[in-house]
């Protein structure tokens, strides 16, 4: 008896368990569906977010096929309502000519034949810019530089444009061209990847140019050997470049040389002057005081050869401290022309000791060069 009054009890004691738990869900039943509802929307969320970093992770830049491009030149050409017979049996002359053995450059160029066969403008562009032994005169047209340029006409053309730009040497020109281009529209984008990069290498420009190689080398579909190899190359420079080396002063003597040689000396010219001068006389500083500090320079405290001594000497004329340059004589008179005969011998015996050879010969070949500039300017 007992033990079936205890089984009873136990009975009870689940099925008031059981009321309880069925009354728990009656009262909770909104805010269990509330709290279902917003776990589905997180879900829905998060879900989406993932689908799209993927997709921002896979998206590749690939050369249309030529069937594509095909459709697009046709749907282009109609766009532009043209109605000409003749002119329109040019343009198919042109489309018959694309085939899958041609490469993305020679698609570029047939579709400018396309463009320039169209539009009057293009025609005038292409002109322009053109490859040929003449330096082209950049004159900003808003064709070519004003908004983004994210449609297939305007992509392509300013591409063609900045590309040749690059090829003349013309590179600040050519780089803000490419910074309005969207390259999903490209019939080359390979090649815009590739030619951005070398704009942005040579005007060390580091950061960008690594994030323009890792979208060339990583997202780009068909990548021509030649542009893997030298974007590899590329990648490795700018890797073992430091801030203010000589390597680093030696290439923004170079880039000066191709401003000058393009009849450029403006306020940018002078910039990377005045960069290349402060450079030098800071490293010039370090030295000194290295050999200030050195154990074998406690002697001879009174030499015309001390430390004291030298760091004054390496100074250019007219700078209060170092590392500090006079900009109105730099601009006007080369900086280096400006010292006295013996504060010439001066600074190039402390470049003679501490500056490998072709380094010696790159900056004195450079500073003459400046220097006949300067002299010609203010004639």
Excluded at 313 to 318: L, Q, V
């Amino acid at each position: 008896m007992k033990q079936q009054l205890q089984q009873g009890q136990k009975q009870t004691g689940n099925q008031s368990l059981l009321k309880l738990g069925v009354l728990f869900l009656l009262w909770n039943v909104p805010a269990l569906a509330v709290y279902g509802q917003i776990s589905e929307i997180d879900a829905r969320q998060l879900k989406t977010a993932e689908k799209k970093s993927d997709e921002e992770k896979t998206v590749v830049y690939a050369a249309p096929s030529a069937v594509d491009l095909k459709i697009q030149l046709e749907t282009w050409t109609a766009e532009q309502k043209v109605k000409d017979p003749a002119l329109l049996k040019r343009v198919a002359v042109q489309l018959a000519r694309l085939n899958p053995s041609l490469s993305a450059e020679e698609k570029l160029n047939l579709t400018m034949q396309v463009f320039t066969e169209v539009k009057p403008e293009a025609r005038e562009v292409a002109r322009a810019y053109q490859l040929s032994d003449q330096y082209p005169e950049f004159s900003s047209p808003p064709l070519l530089i004003e908004g983004k340029a994210n449609d297939f006409y305007l992509a392509n053309l300013r591409y063609y444009v900045a590309r040749n730009l690059t090829q003349f040497r013309m590179v600040d020109q050519a780089l803000v061209i490419f910074n309005t281009i969207q390259p999903d529209t490209l019939v080359d984008p390979a090649g815009y990847l590739f030619y951005k990069a070398a704009c942005e290498h040579h005007l060390l420009q580091k950061e960008a140019c690594e994030e323009t190689l890792k979208q060339l080398l990583d997202r780009t579909q068909d990548l021509p050997e030649r542009y893997r190899q030298l974007a590899t190359l590329m990648q490795a420079d700018l890797a073992s470049l430091k801030e203010d080396s000589l390597d680093e002063i030696s290439r923004k003597m170079s880039d000066v040389e191709r401003r000058l040689d393009l009849g450029k000396s403006d306020k940018n010219t002078q910039k990377v002057e005045d960069e290349i001068i402060a450079a030098l006389d800071k490293m010039i500083k370090k030295m000194e005081d290295q050999s200030k500090n050195s154990p074998s320079s406690g002697s001879g405290s009174g030499s015309s050869g001390s430390p004291e001594q030298g760091a004054e000497e390496s100074r250019i004329k007219g700078s209060t401290a170092p590392g500090e340059v006079d900009k109105k004589k730099l601009a006007n008179n080369g900086g280096w022309g400006t010292l006295p005969p013996k504060k010439q011998a001066s600074a190039k015996n402390i470049i003679n000791r501490n500056f490998p050879s072709h380094y010696r010969k790159a900056i004195e070949k450079y500073f003459k060069k400046l220097a006949t500039e300067k002299a010609n300017s203010s004639r």
